[in-house]
């Protein structure tokens, strides 16, 4: 399989684009303000960005419930706007992916405004129904007496999210299509036209929304992976530089798909969650706590983290990438109980792990998430990491220039992070980010993929070492000093944050402090 050569030294910047830089004084990010602000974006080190969706929407999920793919939603701009943002990123070497919904739309799709009418027409089987609406199988969530279709439709998520129907892999009803049945190629086919309608235009690739979720019934993953093996397969042929990310938190399973890249975040593992994660780690409180590791006052176990992720490293390396984010649209903001100190060693560490670096929006200043915001479309508890960027420590902290309501309140306190104070502050959490993000693209023993070694992660004990070529990497984010043995070698200091010390083979590292070591060869 092709994979493209810019992903090894890839940082994505994530864009929440109604947050992000609002150029038209309405309250709310749009395109525009992302092409004004590629300049700061490269200067972060940065050299692709993941753009939350922003297709045509009635944004009952932010934009997460689709009512035209191929249409830019007017409040972010126009596809004329689009093409110039993709040309004035890959002036600047910088690759864009859109956000991609495949497994369901808005219930104000034309498509599904179709298919839910009484009689047969090219789009009825375009989404999943049962055969009556008395038929209500357990196991679905399903919305019932909806239309005049006497039929029960699957929703993915909200009840405004009807499922598009590729099939089930296993079959209990006569109204679970096969995925070969045509009006599920016809589904897969038509979500294939919207990925070309883009790339076309000069989208570099997407990230994939709920990627292992298309196909029903498929507890092996067989059908899933066919799907998108098939999708790789003609990108491979007929745009070699794109990249698919998907959100599957399964990297085996999903670069086996065929996927070039997959999160590795909260949810369907634990290691992200006992590196970072300061709160319950699942959106559903099943009595699971968390130890973090990235704490002042932590007792995490590195050891959990190493289990999970070198049995998933060892598997992909070589074939595809797994994406470490400081955090997402979807988590509590990493600043949460962190101090600026705390959240250094956190996004430093990540730039130096042989993962691809995601760097979600604000976390390079440390916008803090907003506590008891009432929820801004479906955000719930997510729309506290959702507030808009903090550029300056002006008016709507630089956000915007209206006089009337933003999409989300800024932060109003005086001493609220931003950007332009943290420019100016030597050692500011800004100017770590990039820092490191220098570090990382000058040096490619430091890029994604290649050799990973664990020199000391011992059981609740601290600090962590690794061995990246000729980098040994040190990290005690714990409020108290630690030590420990290393490999004797002839080492110079890199990089550091707080201090640290190397006298032979003896390491001692002080509290919030992160060491980069250069093997020196004579």
Not at 178 to 199: S, Y
Not at 237 to 263: K, N, Q, T, V
């Amino acid at each position: 399989m092709n994979m493209p050569t810019w992903l090894k030294n890839a940082v994505f910047y994530e864009i929440y684009p109604q947050s992000f830089y609002d150029t038209n004084g309405d309250g709310i990010g749009d395109l525009q303000g992302i092409i004004e602000k590629l300049d700061y974006i490269k200067s972060l080190g940065c050299n692709a960005i993941w753009i939350n969706p922003c297709f045509e929407s009635p944004f009952m999920d932010a934009g997460y419930d689709v009512s035209d793919y191929c249409k830019i939603a007017p409040r972010y701009g126009t596809n004329e706007d689009a093409k110039k943002l993709f040309d004035e990123a890959h002036k600047r070497g910088i690759h864009i992916l859109l956000d991609l919904v495949p497994g369901h739309t808005s219930d104000k799709h034309k498509w599904f405004e179709q298919s839910k009418q009484p009689e047969p027409n090219e789009f009825s089987d375009r989404y999943v129904w049962t055969g009556n609406a008395f038929d209500y199988p357990e196991g679905f969530r399903m919305m019932s007496g909806m239309s005049d279709r006497d039929g029960n439709y699957i929703v993915n998520f909200f009840n405004s999210q009807p499922a598009l129907n590729y099939g089930f892999e296993q079959r209990d009803y006569a109204w679970q299509l096969a995925p070969d049945h045509p009006a599920c190629r016809a589904t897969l086919e038509a979500m294939k036209q919207v990925m070309r309608f883009w790339m076309d235009m000069g989208c570099d690739g997407f990230r994939v929304d709920m990627a292992s979720s298309l196909i029903k019934n498929d507890p092996k993953k067989t059908g899933i992976k066919r799907l998108w093996q098939e999708v790789r397969s003609e990108l491979d042929r007929d745009y070699p530089d794109a990249a698919i990310l998907s959100e599957w938190s399964c990297a085996e399973d999903a670069i086996d798909a065929g996927f070039h890249m997959d999160f590795y975040i909260h949810f369907g593992s634990v290691g992200y969650n006992v590196l970072f994660q300061t709160e319950n780690y699942d959106y559903v409180d099943r009595g699971k706590t968390v130890k973090c590791f990235f704490q002042e006052n932590g007792e995490g176990d590195i050891t959990v983290f190493l289990d999970e992720f070198l049995r998933k490293y060892r598997y992909i390396n070589g074939r595809g990438y797994m994406c470490m984010p400081t955090g997402n649209h979807d988590m509590i903001r990493y600043s949460r109980r962190r101090s600026e100190e705390e959240m250094k060693l956190v996004a430093s560490f990540i730039m130096l792990m042989p993962t691809i670096p995601v760097v979600y929006y604000g976390d390079e200043i440390g916008m803090k998430y907003a506590e008891g915001l009432h929820s801004k479309e479906g955000g719930f508890f997510r729309t506290g990491s959702r507030t808009p960027m903090q550029w300056t420590d002006g008016e709507n902290k630089g956000f915007s220039t209206t006089k009337g309501d933003l999409y989300l309140p800024v932060d109003g306190r005086k001493d609220a992070p931003n950007v332009s104070e943290q420019e100016k502050r030597e050692g500011s959490l800004l100017q770590t980010v990039r820092a490191f993000a220098k570090l990382r693209d000058e040096e490619p023993d430091l890029q994604a993929g290649g050799e990973f070694e664990v020199v000391y992660g011992e059981k609740e004990k601290y600090p962590f070492v690794f061995r990246r070529g000729k980098f040994l990497v040190a990290v005690n984010p714990r409020g108290t000093d630690a030590a420990c043995n290393v490999p004797k070698r002839n080492y110079r200091v890199c990089k550091m944050i707080g201090s640290a010390e190397l006298n032979g083979s003896k390491l001692n590292i002080g509290k919030l402090s992160l060491v980069v070591f250069e093997e020196e060869i004579k």
